[in-house]
């Protein structure tokens, strides 16, 4: 709300939709700080008969040092519970320079499939995932309609009333579904997601405490969705082995090298992402700071632009300028891991704004539960060991989700925790 005159203060209509409350604030959030909410849609403000407030409301209610304007529930204000408002140092800042930094890799010689040219391009994804960890590739192979039928049913699904998103909500022991409430490092992200996975595990025959139930739960009267979000699916996973090939390949390795990874009880999952507008955007992120924990990410992001990555030659966080039909990619942690700090597994967010919603569609490509992560054997030697305890994929992966549900008092589990002792200061 910083930054608006008395007169557009004055113009912020509320908005009591149900749909919306439960949206922003779901009735179990305790309402700490609140702001006033307007119902923004593509740049218009809508009024939808509430109350409307006055200068004097606002001026009695400002919290000068977190820009907040609070206001009585009763008035019927979207809210922002405090849960969202991110650490002063880490809120996305005014000014973030275009990422012209960010190679944008073409994949068309995959598909000529010319032994030189495929060796180039291994070579141009390796300097990338070294240098940046992030790279955008285009002419990638995935067929236009496959992406706009996914893109329709991502669109489609957030667009439903709340009642029937709630029908096929995630919970701590089954968290495939609809969720508002995610959490990145114990900051409340201000996002809807929807996850599913492209291979369902076979039902546990008993759930032991703690363990994860992935079974996708697809919305009933949404035609077409499910069919629209596995093709992608498989669009995808194919993309997925190509860049892993690709990344083998550029470490001087056998193309099938991390296959194995890979095999039956894969854990990748995809997710629907919709950031809507947020009335104080300076104040939150639609995901906070953090670093993917798989192998590989696969990212359509829309033409809003809101994936901020940072650069390590600075530590500023640069804006991952949107590349029609291209998907983003970056090498997450396990890439990391497995090629010794070879690659770095870049920190990231998603910033939202007051006016657009966005839309996002992350392919999280990980690999088998049983899976061990450790740094590749081809990849040390005595001029260079290993910098990482070797850890199990499923465990970990299990304990990290577990903490996307609430605020916790405690640290994340990360790689930095698998630091050989000796390297741990340097984490
Ligand atoms: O939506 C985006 O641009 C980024 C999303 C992201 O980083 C994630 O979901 O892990
Ligand atoms: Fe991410």
């Avoid at 939150?284 to 192998?295: C, N, P």
């Amino acid at each position: 709300m910083a930054g608006l005159s008395s007169r557009e203060l004055a113009e912020l209509t509320f908005c009591n939709s149900e749909d919306q409350e439960s949206l922003y604030a779901p009735a179990s959030v305790a309402l700490q700080s609140i702001v006033l909410v307007p119902c923004v849609r593509a740049g218009t403000l809508h009024h939808h008969g509430a109350s409307r407030t006055t200068e004097s409301d606002v001026a009695t209610n400002v919290i000068p040092e977190l820009s907040i304007v609070l206001t009585p529930v009763a008035m019927g204000g979207l809210s922002i519970d405090q849960a969202f408002v991110q650490e002063p140092e880490h809120r996305p800042r005014a000014v973030i320079a275009e990422a012209a930094g960010i190679p944008v890799i073409d994949l068309s010689p995959l598909a000529a499939g010319d032994q030189a040219s495929v060796e180039a391009l291994a070579a141009e994804v390796g300097r990338a995932s070294r240098e940046c960890g992030f790279f955008v590739v285009v002419r990638h192979g995935v067929p236009d309609d496959t992406m706009a039928r996914a893109l329709e049913a991502q669109r489609a699904f957030f667009a439903m009333p709340a009642e029937q998103k709630a029908a096929v909500r995630r919970d701590e022991v089954a968290p495939l579904g609809y969720y508002e409430s995610e959490h990145t490092k114990n900051v409340r992200d201000w996002k809807e997601v929807f996850d599913f996975v492209p291979h369902e595990p076979p039902p546990p025959a008993t759930v032991t405490d703690g363990e994860l139930v992935f079974e996708n739960k697809w919305p009933r009267d949404l035609p077409g969705f499910r069919e629209a979000l596995e093709e992608y699916a498989k669009a995808m996973e194919e993309l997925a082995m190509k860049l892993l090939e690709l990344i083998a390949r550029s470490l001087g390795l056998r193309p099938d090298r991390l296959h194995a990874f890979f095999k039956d009880d894969q854990t990748t999952f995809i997710r629907l992402n919709h950031y809507p507008p947020c009335p104080s955007p300076e104040l939150v992120l639609g995901v906070t700071r953090h670093k993917d924990a798989g192998a590989l990410t696969i990212l359509y992001q829309d033409d809003v632009g809101g994936l901020d990555v940072r650069r390590r030659s600075d530590d500023e966080w640069v804006r991952v300028r949107p590349v029609p039909d291209s998907f983003v990619i970056n090498v997450g942690d396990i890439v990391q891991v497995w090629t010794n700090d070879r690659y770095e597994s870049a920190e990231h967010r998603a910033s939202v704004n007051s006016h657009e919603e966005r839309f996002s569609l992350p392919y999280f490509f990980n690999p088998s539960s049983d899976a061990m992560i450790e740094p590749l054997e081809e990849l040390v030697n005595g001029d260079s060991p290993p910098r990482y305890e070797p850890y199990n994929w499923g465990v970990f992966f299990r304990t990290k989700r577990s903490s996307n549900f609430k605020k916790l008092a405690v640290e994340n589990v990360q790689i930095a925790h698998f630091k050989k002792d000796h390297l741990n200061s340097s984490a």
